[in-house]
């Protein structure tokens, strides 16, 4: 019995040592931060590793609050929320003289921008005055949320300013709501602006259908059409789920670029309808696809699909998805597929899509079609 009892705690104290190795915390500070900053979605193990790091990093004596906010340039989304965990945890223990430091943070515009916009709220906090002095200076900032904050200053001290100091705060702005603003700010001093061409949605097209999606389960069928444009070939009619069908040129007058491609094909249900444009530019240029669509949506950008998305009817807005694309030199290709079920609610009959090209920050890119 006694020998049965210490083979048990001999036996169970290799299984914990065995445990303990596979998920040892990180051997230094810096190991720890590696680890938090490279963790991924779907990894138990790396899950496990990551809170034996913030556990060991928590404890660290020797772990600054520069070193954390830091880290977060690069890491993963994941890991930046564990970093964003210590870097808060460290803040309420930081005094006055770390303030100068997270100034001199706050200003480099090479750090990650969630992690300024962190330090940005903190050095401003319950300090309208300070709040006010930072954004001044930051129109232009790369951090969307901090630029979103300085538009927004900007705007409430726009009364009576002129027409060029309003366009400066246009140029700045990247959120639809504040965009829309400004528009109308220039059009009360006497300058319009066209905005479908100043967020750059793309409002001519050429478009064919209906093809048929009874079912709603057409979303990967191949359609010819389909084939033939993204080859470059497409031919001036096809068959489709009516009987014959041919290219419809359409130029929407739009504000926000919206094709009502439900006014255009009659209302029909259970169908798909194909999208098609060319845009020109001058020189190669690394930027976004952002879409707003409510139906099942899919879009190729010379021959590439980078958007896809078989959702019906859960609402839309501008910029719902977005995808990185390279655009080459000359003509680029564009083909959206947009998809249609057979709900009769009065709620489900929207069918519709919008499409814009812009850089990461949402400001639109030079293009001709």
Sequence with gaps: MIFAHTFRVVLAFLVLSGMLARFSVAESTSDALSTLRSIQPGDDKAQQAAAAASKQLSQAKDLKLME???????ASPIG?????????????KSDAASKPELTAFL?????????????????????????????????EDPSLEIRFDAVAHAILKSEGASAD??????D??????QIVEMIEKLKAVGVT???????????SWKLIGPFDNVGSDKFDVVYDVETDWLKGAVKERYSGK???????????????????????????KGCIVYAATIVKVPSAIDCEVRVG??????????GELVIANEVYHTGAQIDQYAAPIKLKAGENRILVKVCQNEQKEAWAQDYSFQLRLCDATGKAITWNP
């Design 193 to 203: 602006v066209d905005q479908s061409q100043h967020m750059g949605f793309v409002t």
């Design 172 to 177: 700045a702005a990247r959120h639809p709501t």
């Design 80 to 92: 930046k929320n564990w970093l964003m965990g210590l870097a808060n945890q460290l803040y309420r």
């Design 68 to 74: 954390v906010l830091k880290a977060m340039k690069g």
């Design 107 to 139: 200003g480099d515009t090479s750090q990650d921008p969630e992690a300024r916009y962190t330090v940005y709220r903190w050095v401003t906090d319950n300090d309208p005055e300070t709040r006010g002095k930072f954004l001044d200076s930051m129109l």
């Design 242 to 268: 009516n009987g014959e069908t041919q290219w419809l040129e359409h130029t929407t007058d739009s504000k926000e670029g919206q094709v009502d491609v439900a006014k255009l094909f009659n209302n029909e």
């Design 165 to 170: 100091q309003l366009k400066r705060i246009l």
């Design 293 to 302: 669509c409510i139906n099942a949506q899919k879009v190729w950008v010379n």
